[in-house]
Each structure stands twice: as C-alpha cells, then as structure tokens.
C-alpha cells in the first residue's frame, strides 16, 4: 500500500530576503522531514538527499501538513518540478481557513488540543541553518512534523480540533475527515494502480 506521511520543510531564506510573500518561489528548501506510518519513522532528508526524498514520494499516496497547501507543497513543486495532482492531501490549516476564515498558528493549536508546544519558529530555523547547526535544525523540524502528526490523528479520533482566540470562548471546529478515511484505501488502492502503469522506481530504503 502506497505510504501516507506527515510533512513540514525549512527554507534558507525569509520572506522578508526575498520580497514578501508574492515571492514565494524565491524561497529556497534547506530540510524536508516527515514521518512515514508504513515505516513508523521520522525521517529527514537534506539537500544532497533531495534526489532521494523526491524518489521517495512515487511510494507516497497521501500527505498530511499544516499550511503544506499555501507553503510546502508549491515549494516542492518548484524545486523539483513535481507535481501533486494525484495525491490525498490533509492540510489542518487549510481547513481551518475554510471554516473559520481565519489563520492560527501550529504553537497555538498544538497548545490548545495537545498541551505541546513548538520548539522555535521559522526565522529561529533559518538562522539554525546559516550557521551550520543542521542537527538542531532537524530536532526542529520534526518537532512540527511530531505536533502535526499528533493533531492530525487527534481530529482522525474526535473529528474536531479546539480553536482557542483571545476575544471569546474556544470554539470546536469539525473536520469530516472520519468520513473521508473510510474511502482512503480504495483511493490508494486506485493511485496505485494507476502509478503501476508507470515506469517502476525500485525502493531506495
């Protein structure tokens, strides 16, 4: 069965360094990590790995993320000319938008529904990299793809997250994503089908 993973990745630039966010596509990836739940590992992929980690993602039929819609997916994309048409993508923060029309950040959801928090932010990670420190960079990382992860079986077990504000009362957001599941291994099934039609990429792991 196709592998269904958890995603986040850190850029080496801001964007502030490459003109706002408009300029999306001047980011550049410093470190992609998931957690992969056929292997049941966390795994991290510099960037003399990135030929293997996009070998990696033909095994991939689904791909969980906070803000991977608006971020990490179109940043993938462009760096390695890939496309995600036909992939089952789970973005937490995507839904969020959609029901509340607003945005909240992984720290403060994490703290409300799993009383975890992040260990830093993006312009902390940045600087991680320019100073060489790619080990703490990658603690860092996988921090986000643990706080992601452990969000996204939450809501596959409660089908809601609570969304705290500071100007009224916690409100819980419903997700539908139960329902959802109960089709996802017919759906795999039918990518993966479809991808054998394909020439073959043996396993590199």
Not at 44 to 52: G, I, R, S, Y
Not at 76 to 89: A, M, Q, R, S
Not at 114 to 128: S, V
Not at 147 to 155: A, D, G, P, S
Request: hydrophobic fraction near 40%.
């Amino acid at each position: 069965m196709l592998d269904k993973i958890v995603l986040d990745l850190e850029t080496k630039n801001s964007f502030a360094e490459v003109g706002g966010k408009h300029n999306l596509h001047r980011l550049e990836i410093s470190l992609i990590g998931v957690y992969s739940y056929n292997r049941n590992d966390y795994l991290v992929f510099e960037e003399k790995e990135f030929l293997l980690f996009q070998k990696f993602l033909k095994e991939v039929g689904v791909v969980v993320g906070f803000s991977i819609y608006n971020f990490d997916l179109p940043l993938l994309e462009k760096h390695f000319d890939y496309k995600f048409n036909n992939y089952i993508i789970f973005d937490i923060l995507k839904e969020i938008e959609e029901k509340r029309g607003h945005k909240i950040s992984l720290n403060e959801l994490a703290s409300a529904n799993i009383g975890l928090q992040k260990n830093g932010n993006g312009l902390e990670a940045i600087e991680l990299y320019k100073q060489g420190k790619i080990e703490e960079l990658k603690r860092y990382c996988l921090n986000d793809v643990k706080l992601t992860k452990e969000l996204y079986e939450l809501i596959l077990k409660k089908d809601y997250l609570i969304i705290p504000s500071k100007f009224h009362e916690p409100v819980r957001v419903p997700f539908g994503w139960q329902e959802k599941h109960r089709f996802l291994e017919k759906e795999l099934a039918r990518i993966e089908k479809q991808r054998q039609s394909l020439p073959s990429q043996n396993s590199l792991f």
